[in-house]
């Protein structure tokens, strides 16, 4: 199968939906890109500063880069002048960098608040438990830089289908109960990224409104 047509079925399948696609790149030559944007592609995701500034400095300028991996804090100040979206803000620590930087190109960084949803031991990620206290209880209100536009979320990797599920079910919980709440101006609660090449058609079945896909589009990664 070749790009395009695997681009193809997934935006057809997410037709009506409301959920978009952000294709994985990470690893994929520029050539590979740059195949993929003359089908009128334009969304992309990384989960290393290096590359995704590299790939950003050679690419056309009308393409969307999203961070979907873990971030350093000292590394922010990379990518703060051009990224579309940051996905994984897992701490406090991060989300004040990402406003000190915004600050200097004087923008607004759309980011979503990653969220530990697996089974599997994982140092990044807020708990689901905590998440909704340290709202209300204004953590977040100082980060004026930020556009905090929903929440993010990695299943656990197992073929057991309803457990996935049942992790994006409750993600997708946290999403609405979160929207609900009285949130300062910064916060804009609308997306939900969730869904992942062997996971996505229960994400999107459960409520995801970004899937991010990359070895089902451009194959196997080394
Ligand atoms: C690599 C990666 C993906 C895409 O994974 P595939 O299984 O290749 O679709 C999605 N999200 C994050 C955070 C990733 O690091």
């Known amino acids: 199968m070749s790009i395009a047509s695997n681009l193809e079925s997934i935006e057809k399948r997410l037709k009506g939906t409301g959920c978009r696609l952000v294709a994985v790149s ?3 030559p520029v050539s590979v890109i740059m195949e993929a944007y003359r089908t009128g592609f ?7 500063v290096q590359e995704l500034t590299e790939k950003y ?9 999203h961070m979907i991996g873990h971030l350093q804090t000292n590394k922010v100040k990379m990518i703060a002048s051009f990224v579309s979206m940051i996905h994984a803000v897992d701490s406090l620590k991060l989300a004040n960098e990402i406003n000190k930087q915004a600050a200097k190109y004087e923008r607004s960084i759309p980011c979503l608040l990653q969220v530990h949803i697996a ?5 990044f990620g807020f708990e689901q438990e905590s998440l909704v206290e340290m709202i209300t209880t204004g953590n977040f209100d100082r980060f004026s830089r930020l556009k905090i536009a929903g929440l993010m979320g990695m299943a656990t990797f197992t073929e057991d289908k309803e457990l996935i599920r049942g992790e994006f079910r409750k993600l997708k919980q946290l999403f609405e109960q979160i929207k ?6 910064n916060f804009d609660i609308k997306e939900l990224s969730m ?6 058609e229960i994400a999107i079945e459960e409520g995801s409104t970004l899937i991010r896909i990359g070895s089902s589009i451009f194959g196997a990664r080394n």
């Open 180 to 185: 609900s709440l009285h949130t300062p101006p």
């Open 119 to 123: 089974e599997e031991e994982s140092k």
């Open 42 to 48: 334009s969304r992309f995701g990384e989960n290393r």
């Open 57 to 65: 400095r050679s690419l056309p300028k009308d393409i969307e880069w």
């Open 26 to 28: 990470k690893t994929k």
């Open 195 to 200: 869904g992942m090449s062997n996971d996505f």
